[in-house]
């Protein structure tokens, strides 16, 4: 039997989901999108923040699962089936019993868990504080990058994206693309932002950005792919949609060789509590 010709990128489904608090019918969902992106010959699903359960008035411990919970579990076990890679939003169990923590899990296309992202800003802003029912994760806490296909896929979250050295940090850590899953709220300008910063992110870095929304209610949706140009390559709007791209690593790597302003920079990034180290 002829071996299938490499290709010369790496394929990934984004799943913009609707999300609810029934975690059965989350599970369903899902599932579903890891059928579409086999179908793909995707190397690498990624699904949004929050995938396992959220509710637009905010989460908390009670939609908390363990790591050997359901979720996870059929995460593991479609991956292993398929052979996608899955990158996905849940919340675990927290430190007490009044609140839980916003993560990020990574599963690798044998079906192994290989990376844990626990949020470390927190959304207290706009109105909303995030902090009253999470634990942020801890700030120098190793970056969670994940290998896909030769490409390395640096995590962060939702909120992170407003603070850069949140996206530095993953690239001094090797990372080339940079994945945020969000369920973005929506609000006056808020679409705006979303767009405006994952742009931003990319310039800066030289990196791609792959940033999945949630759709549905209180989320603005609007996933996207920015390439390291900042060109916006892909763009949905804020309907369930699940779309396959092909992410080049050469190309990156001309962008990186026309426009070196990461081997031009002159500071380094550290968390607050190391600064005066």
């Not at 996870?72 to 996905?88: D, I, P, Y």
């Not at 923590?101 to 800003?121: C, I, M, Q, T």
Request: glycine fraction near 12%; proline fraction near 7%; aromatic fraction near 6%.
């Amino acid at each position: 039997m002829s071996t299938p010709p490499e290709r010369p990128a790496v394929r990934v489904t984004i799943a913009q989901l609707e999300v609810s608090a029934d975690h059965g019918t989350n599970r369903e969902i899902v599932g579903d999108a890891f059928k579409l992106a086999a179908g793909r010959r995707s190397d690498l699903l990624v699904l949004p923040e929050y995938a396992s359960g959220f509710d637009p008035r905010g989460v908390g411990p009670e939609h908390a699962e363990p790591l050997s919970g359901q979720f996870v579990t059929m995460l593991r076990e479609r991956a292993a089936k398929t052979g996608v890679a899955v990158l996905a939003g849940t919340t675990l169990p927290g430190p007490d019993p009044q609140h839980g923590v916003n993560a990020v899990v990574a599963v690798d296309g044998s079906g192994e868990l290989v990376g844990l992202y626990r949020k470390v800003h927190l959304y207290d802003a706009f109105g909303q504080r995030e902090s009253d029912r999470l634990t942020a994760g801890p700030a120098d806490a190793p970056p969670l990058v994940l290998e896909v296909g030769g490409l390395s896929f640096g995590v962060m979250t939702c909120y992170d994206l407003r603070f850069p050295e949140s996206a530095r940090r993953l690239v001094d850590a090797g990372a080339q693309v940079i994945v945020v899953p969000a369920a973005w709220a929506d609000g006056e300008l808020k679409a705006m932002h979303w767009r405006a910063l994952a742009v931003a992110r990319a310039i800066e870095n030289t990196a791609t950005v792959v940033g999945v929304g949630q759709a549905g209610r209180g989320v603005v949706g609007r996933s996207l792919v920015v390439g390291p140009d900042g060109v916006v390559g892909l763009e949905f709007d804020d309907q369930p949609t699940v779309r396959t791209v092909d992410i080049d690593g050469e190309a990156m790597l001309s962008v990186r060789r026309q426009n070196p302003s990461l081997a031009n920079r002159r500071y380094t990034v550290v968390p607050v509590d190391q600064a005066g180290a």
